[in-house]
């Protein structure tokens, strides 16, 4: 690694499910629970077209008995759901994704920031950090509690780099779903996908794709994305 590239100093965020860890069935269970406890049907690709939203959205947008300003019900309603996610995770337990380790290694043997940019609960990243080890990897973490605005909106990640003491043009977003990779792009930062959720050619909208982050080191990534990005670090 050069000494320009470690002055460069980047900020790396990281979405939570499908980047970090790999839930989604867990996640599908525990809304397929939910909907059992409401006597009612889980909405065919429902879980495939909410993913990555916050319940916020999900709950008055699919649940038709719900209506959008009962914060109290939404509230409930998705605090269940989170409870019955976590109940199926204590269960089966849960590791971290092919290459995620080695990455977080490298950043904090390099001093490069982490923050963890979700729309998931704090409490959920909290339970799988202790669950898996990965607490000590980051330096900041950004949930749903800490938004107003659910992705594609910016906020999280633009609260994240923040966070990291970084500027949009330093900070470099890792997303498997395709409203993340908006919400990276419209805080002006770098987008690396990975194709946890969605094919492999679905993403063309990131910088850059790839199946997921196994053998990926820092200076790979940096150039996958272009050179500016470290560039336009050693000028801020």
């Not at 939910?34 to 699919?62: H, S, V």
């Not at 089966?92 to 963890?116: C, F, M, N, R, Y």
Request: charged content about 20%; proline content about 5%; some cysteine.
């Amino acid at each position: 690694m050069s000494s320009s590239l470690l002055s460069s100093s980047p900020g790396f965020i990281f979405d939570w499910d499908g980047v970090i860890i790999d839930s989604h069935a867990q996640h599908e269970e525990s809304w397929g629970l939910l909907f059992q406890e409401l006597g009612r049907p889980m909405p065919e690709g429902f879980f495939k077209a909410t993913f990555g939203m916050r319940n916020q959205q999900i709950i008055p947008m699919c649940f038709d008995f719900v209506e959008a300003g009962d914060h109290a019900e939404i509230a409930r309603l998705g605090n269940r759901k989170e409870e019955l996610y976590r109940e199926i995770l204590r269960r089966d337990g849960i590791e971290p994704l092919p290459g995620v380790v080695a990455l977080l290694t490298e950043l904090k043997q390099l001093g490069i920031p982490a923050s963890v940019g979700s729309s998931t609960p704090r409490l959920n990243i909290e339970t799988i950090m202790a669950m898996t080890g990965l607490a000590d990897y980051f330096q900041a973490i950004v949930s749903a509690e800490d938004v107003t605005m659910g992705k594609p909106d910016p906020q999280v990640f633009l609260k994240a780099g923040e966070k990291i003491h970084r500027t949009p043009e330093q900070c470099l977003v890792f997303e498997d779903a395709h409203v993340g990779i908006e919400a990276g792009k419209r805080a002006g930062m770098k987008v690396l996908a990975v194709a946890t959720t969605h094919p492999l050619e679905s993403l063309h909208q990131a910088d850059a794709a790839f199946e997921n982050l196994a053998g990926l080191s820092v200076e790979k990534i940096l150039a996958a994305v272009g050179t500016s990005v470290a560039a336009r670090n050693e000028a801020a």
